[in-house]
């Protein structure tokens, strides 16, 4: 069955780096397009990127456009989140998903971002 | 601020049907599927309907969906306990090149 495993999240300061992995299994993970969610405590959720089935295609949200990267590698089925100049407002946990709007999403990874 | 509308809260009593709506506009849900979460605390987002009205293997028909110009509603049948949680609904938006979600509506049995 098609399962999503998010990990890399952790304390960071402001102004710190992070990476997250998604790891992905059970479906042809290069034929899809991938996207990153987040949600912040006590809040609603909020899509902040987006990664072709190729990678060659990218969006982001204009909330982390120029911080925040997101890449592939098909080869090893795994989608990541590059996450510099990391702000308190980043604090959320963070979701893959299988397309967009997602039809499977992984169990998510929290990120705090505090002093 | 989220680009689809829904009211912050429903409620129900056992048995009961419910709907919640989810207001868009033409570049989303005008040209786009909606889809619909129930979010349970503590839990991620589990997948109730897709492409409009479509319900993944494992929802009970309970759930339905449907959408008309702009907006959408999700109506739950038969209410239970369990079905407490929030709901989203989410579309892609062709001026922003992204997804967009509504703010959720807490169901309350």
């Known amino acids: 069955q098609v399962q999503l495993v998010e990990s890399g999240g952790g304390l960071v300061k402001p102004g710190g780096s992070l990476r997250l992995s998604c790891v992905a299994s059970g479906f042809n993970f290069d034929i899809y397009y991938m996207i990153w969610i987040r949600q912040a405590p006590g809040k609603g959720l909020e899509w902040i990127s987006y990664i072709s089935s190729s990678g060659a295609t990218i969006y982001y949200a204009d909330s982390v456009k120029g911080r925040f990267t997101i890449s592939r590698d098909n080869a090893k089925n795994s989608l990541y989140l590059h996450m510099n100049s990391l702000r308190v407002e980043d604090t959320a946990v963070y979701y893959c998903g299988r397309e967009g709007p997602a039809d499977h999403w992984g169990q998510g990874t929290l990120v705090t971002v505090s002093s | 601020q989220s680009v689809l509308t829904q009211s912050p809260s429903a409620s129900g009593t056992v048995g009961q049907r419910v709907t919640i709506s989810c207001s868009g506009g033409?570049?989303?849900?005008?040209?786009?599927?909606v889809y619909w979460y129930q979010q349970l605390p503590g839990t991620a987002p589990k997948l109730l309907i897709q492409r409009n009205d479509q319900r993944p293997s494992g929802v009970p028909d309970r759930f339905s969906g449907s959408k008309t110009g702009t907006s959408a509603s999700l109506a739950i049948s038969g209410l239970r306990s369990e079905d407490e949680a929030d709901y989203y609904c989410?579309?892609?938006?062709?001026?922003?090149?992204?997804?967009?979600f509504g703010g959720g509506t807490r169901l309350t049995v």
């Open positions: 033409r570049s989303n849900i005008g040209t786009n599927y």
């Open positions: 989410a579309s892609w938006d062709d001026s922003l090149s992204g997804v967009i």
